[in-house]
């Protein structure tokens, strides 16, 4: 005879919900084993004289729930061959919910040439409908507990969360859930849902939720669902929304207008409005100027999925992609020991990309791949980099002290001679120079340069701060006492 595993669901925790086809089959079987007998309905089963065993010890000898299902699917299977029949294994609630012995049985049953039978019963999520009243049509999901994050959660649906065995799973769960919810905002636990004479219900806010202190196997928190504008702007899909509607007839007549060309200027000065805020001790600035940048992103995808081309869910799957595909030491078998393996895995990967689309990197100009669009400084920086990798450099920083000098002395000569075209040449030949210099002593120019920006703006506007003190406009003064408070202003800033 076949070994065969009928799996069977004790319900919610009401003997009334009980099915007829489930209590037959508790009944007539011969061997009867239980998932755990901490559920209402063992109670029954004693009352009317219907033995079974129990895998609670199974919990106590393993360290994780993985573990304790893999143990309990092993011994079923090894029991079902060994009686050459039937074996029953009842569960709580619904064998196909929320129920991971029932997923590895259905995989390894196959396998190992073992028939499986799964019968229903009452769900925990029959009686959440009934008692705490919604309806999951309006839209509905149910979490683990055990596993939940902030990627799952959506405001717009009913969520029931299962699993919360306890104080330490429930504050867990309170972490993850204000990660979107406001503290105070409304949520509803269950204990023994449907259960007359254990039933728990508690609404309260969502930063009480680990003080509760009778959490068990039948309990669960439910999170209604909301349209709440509050909740709604903290999620991606409503930021989508927004551009679609602003691009819409029915939206903004600018936004409607713009297009890649006309965003340009818009994108680069996002960009470096976000570079600013770095150099500020004020989180909410830089929060308000990446979302702006962010915005830029949203409107460009939305240009080109009007147009066809692709939309910003192609964005976001394209980069997953790539993040996952250029990181395999961390996704893959890879290793990298440190930055510079890591770095180094990333090219290779790079190169084998572009052989993938048909091009040949070795026949590519060493030079290629520097943006076009990059500011002069740092262009300059990555072009000198590229070139110094193959050799094309100087050997020591005093070579490159020669050159900025040479090039200086050139500027010079420039200058006197008067021509606008020769002396743009060498004030850029000057410039690379200083570039070559920053790279030797390992500093970023760009940065260098920002500095030095930000070192004037502020000391001259300590010339205007003193000026405007002693009643005086910049009409009011002359170089001198300009260069009088300049001087004043290197001591203090």
């Avoid at 064998?95 to 229903?120: F, I, K, N, S």
Wanted: hydrophobic content about 40%.
């Amino acid at each position: 005879m076949q070994p065969r595993i009928t799996v069977v669901g004790l319900g919610s925790g009401d003997e009334d919900q009980l099915t007829l086809g489930v209590w037959k089959k508790l009944k007539q079987a011969k061997r009867l084993y239980l998932r755990t007998d901490q559920h209402p309905m063992v109670s029954l089963l004693r009352d009317n004289g219907i033995a079974y065993e129990s895998f609670d010890s199974i919990y106590t000898s393993n360290d994780t729930f993985e573990q304790v299902y893999e143990t309990i699917a092993g011994q079923l299977l090894h029991l079902s061959k060994e009686e050459q029949g039937e074996v029953v294994y009842a569960v709580p609630g619904h064998p196909m919910v929320a129920e991971m012995t029932v997923q590895l049985l259905r995989v390894r049953c196959p396998q190992e040439q073992v028939e499986l039978t799964v019968m229903g019963g009452e769900s925990f999520l029959d009686q959440a409908f009934v008692r705490l009243g919604f309806d999951p049509i309006d839209g509905f999901q149910l979490l683990n507990g055990n596993d939940l994050s902030i990627y799952s959660l959506n405001p717009q649906l009913h969520t029931v969360i299962g699993q919360v065995y306890d104080t330490h799973t429930a504050s867990d769960v309170k972490l993850t859930l204000m990660e979107l919810y406001p503290d105070d905002w409304e949520v509803v636990v269950g204990h023994a849902l449907g259960v007359q004479g254990e039933e728990r219900i508690h609404r309260i806010p969502l930063f009480e939720l680990d003080h509760l202190k009778d959490y068990g196997n039948l309990s669960l928190v439910w999170v209604p669902r909301s349209g709440e504008e509050r909740l709604r702007s903290r999620t991606f899909a409503r930021l989508h929304e927004i551009v679609e509607i602003l691009r819409s007839p029915e939206g903004c007549p600018w936004d409607r207008e713009q297009t890649h060309q006309s965003l340009r200027k818009n994108l680069i000065e996002e960009a470096y409005e976000v570079l600013e805020t770095f150099d500020e001790e004020d989180p909410d600035h830089m929060a308000e100027e990446l979302g702006d940048l962010l915005l830029q992103i949203m409107l460009h995808s939305q240009i080109e999925a009007e147009e066809g081309g692709f939309t910003v869910w192609d964005v976001i799957g394209g980069l997953n992609e790539k993040l996952i595909r250029r990181h395999p030491h961390v996704f893959g078998e890879m290793k990298a020991d440190d930055a510079d393996e890591a770095l180094s895995n990333w090219q290779q990967i790079k190169q084998e990309e572009k052989r993938k689309r048909g091009i040949d990197p070795n026949e590519l100009p060493l030079l290629s791949g520097v943006p076009r669009e990059l500011p002069g400084l740092m262009k300059a920086y990555k072009l000198q980099k590229k070139a110094a990798a193959v050799g094309f450099d100087w050997s020591e920083l005093g070579e490159v002290l020669n050159v900025v000098e040479s090039e200086l002395s050139e500027l010079k000569e420039a200058v006197a001679s008067l021509s606008k075209q020769e002396q743009q040449e060498e004030l850029g030949d000057l410039l690379f120079s200083i570039v070559n210099l920053a790279r030797f002593l390992k500093v970023e120019p760009e940065e260098a340069m920002s500095q030095a920006n930000r070192k004037f703006f502020e000391r001259f506007g300590y010339i205007e701060r003193q000026l405007r003190l002693k009643g005086k406009s910049f009409d009011q003064t002359d170089l001198q006492e300009m260069e009088s408070l300049w001087q004043e202003a290197k001591k203090v800033l």
